[in-house]
């Protein structure tokens, strides 16, 4: 995938330490990206898409994970969108959706509400057929990209099941409120969205609704987590790359800091979190690649893994840094602040090793 990053390098550059400090992607950044398919790369190419199975498109999230979290966020919710409508949709549907998603359109992804966090059951957001429309009336929390998105895929209750309905961002009573300063990958466009009386096409219910609310909040996040996953292995990538440069030059005490068996033991606990996020994640990748039962447990544990080595990683290389990895917008600093994030989103930690500790009593 050269060709993919050398343009990912030359639209991004050493500009996320600016966007994490403005809280902001330019849109134009991340229209490019999305008519080249790389935010959701595992569109079939019958769809328009790339058709990049899961390994190779996990080494693409990765990369863009090294350089900026908050694009890496936005490509999350994107692929996280497509894969949806991929498997939720009718073919009508994928047709129409899919190709928009590929041409530069982005896309966010609403289940969480005030309400409603780990325990999705809990979710108020009503759709109601009404003709040939359905009426949508809820508040969405923290979804991310929202704040960029011209489409929002909104889960809630339909009759007896739930739905989740694609709707367009400037539809009358569709209110996107950015979150004012989030504590990590700040440029991400989360936002709160509120939905009243939004009325759409009957069509825009993916599936045509009703389908079990655990079914659709799952296809949604296993996505999410295994893009996650490689996300965090891109994050302990570029801390490794910070901390290498760093222990090479700055010298104390008359050496290198890399002279200093502490300091090294700082890397190679480093490398081995690197080494360990990249296995898991490969494996789960390789489930979904080869349709492996394997899959789901795999992904958590991927996303799990991948999570709690970044949040460790991510706060050694500040250690190793000291004083000049600790300016707000540092790539060291963003890592810091944007790995705590992984242990919330997609399934908590907790939720993780609930899912985790229950496999492991009835494997
Ligand atoms: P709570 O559910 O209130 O949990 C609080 C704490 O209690 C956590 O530590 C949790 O692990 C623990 N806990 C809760 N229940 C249990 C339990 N049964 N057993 C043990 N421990 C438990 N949502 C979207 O819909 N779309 C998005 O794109 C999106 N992006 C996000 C991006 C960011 C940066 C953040 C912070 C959130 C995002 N979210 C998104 C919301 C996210 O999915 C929720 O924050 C997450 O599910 C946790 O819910 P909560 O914050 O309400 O915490």
Redesign the pocket.
Known sequence: DAGARELIARLVGDRPGAWDLAGEIPSAVLRELGREGLLCAQVPKSCAGLGYGSERNGELTAYVGSLCSSLR?VM??QG?AAWTIQRLADAGQREALLPRLTGGQLA???????E?????SAIRTEIVPNGDTVVVDGH???????TYADLILV?GRYGDGAGVVAVPADTPGVRVEK?AD????RA?G?ASVRLDSVRLPRSTLLGGGGQPLPLLVTTALAY?RMSVAWGCVGILRACLDAVGAHARTRRQSGRPLGGHQLVVRHLAELLAAEQIATRVSEHASRCWDTGSPEQVTATVLAKHVSAGHAVKGAATAVQVLASAGTTDGHVVARAYRDAK?M?????????C??ILGQHALTR
Not at 108 to 114: G, R, W
Not at 182 to 185: A, D, E, K, R, V
Not at 343 to 351: A, D, F, K, L, Y
């Open positions: 966020s999350t919710s996280m966010a992804v609403a289940f969480s509400e005030p409603a966090g780990s325990d999705l969405k929390v923290w979804a991310t990209a929202a889960f979150v989030p504590l990590g990958c991400a989360h999410g994030l242990e919330i989103i997609e399934g908590s930690s907790e939720i090793q609930l």
